[in-house]
């Protein structure tokens, strides 16, 4: 009987290169020392940054593994530029927020306020992210609710944060609190947070679940296609 000819296994095609994500990781790092250089309070800097210069390595180190989407990059670069920001000036006194209060009679620099939006905005993706990706809630409907609930959560343990930096370092901390003498500064930023968090779910939500299908297909279709050949070998030999 003559020998079957083996076929020979598909061409394992690479995914293609992000260059994205490094172009803002590098981005970030830039912003990151501008604002490092000659801040206002070198403290309240590093309170401010912290979630930056934590969190960037961490993203770097588990890429190869958990790569994002490209909309949670972008919007996790702007987050860290905003914190740089406010962690150079401090919240307070950041000149954008200055004009912007002269310019519209404000009572107070709205940075904070901005900032905190963010604080809701962003996660609200991550959140997202993580939980449609390691979780079977990708096509639940508590997905959105349990994402604003996430985010509420976070900010209220950030608003603990800084009640805590406030007992500890007393007056020193106030550039870090950004209060400007509002007693419900603590209730104006949940709530921001809360905003920020129900906008981005409701706004973005169509076009993350299309980038995550897209990541999805990318990072799995190296293994299938090696895979594939592998069985294609295998059943040449036999």
């Known amino acids: 009987m ?33 604002s490092a250089w000659n801040p206002h309070d070198r403290m309240t800097w590093f309170l401010e940054t912290v979630w930056v210069v934590v969190g960037l390595p961490l993203i770097v180190l588990r890429w190869r593994r958990f ?13 860290a530029m ?33 900032g905190h939006l963010m604080q809701g905005f962003v996660p609200a993706v991550l959140v997202r992210e993580l939980l449609s990706r390691t979780s079977p809630l990708r096509a639940s409907r508590w997905l959105a609710p349990l994402t604003v609930c996430a985010c509420l959560a976070f900010s209220a343990v950030f608003e603990m944060f800084e009640w805590a930096a406030a007992v500890i370092g007393g007056q020193a901390a106030d550039a870090f609190l950004a209060t400007q003498g509002d007693v419900w500064d603590t209730q104006w930023d949940m709530f921001c947070a809360l905003i920020g968090a129900t906008v981005s779910v409701l706004v973005l939500s169509r076009l993350h679940d299309r980038q995550l299908a897209a990541l999805s297909v990318t990072s799995s279709y190296g293994g299938a296609v090696s895979t594939a050949a592998a069985r294609t070998s295998t059943a040449g030999t036999r």
Not at 67 to 79: D, E, R, Y
Not at 83 to 105: K, S
């Open 2 to 34: 003559p020998a079957v000819p083996a076929v020979p296994p598909p061409a394992v095609v690479p995914a293609p290169r992000r260059m994205l994500p490094a172009v803002l990781g590098w981005a970030v790092v830039a912003g990151l020392a501008l």
């Open 67 to 79: 790569p994002l989407t490209n909309l949670l990059c972008c919007l996790l670069a702007v987050h």
């Open 82 to 114: 905003v914190l740089a920001l406010g962690g150079h000036y401090t919240y307070a006194q950041v000149p954008l927020g200055d004009w912007v209060r002269d310019t519209f009679g404000l009572e107070r620099n709205p940075y904070d306020r901005f």
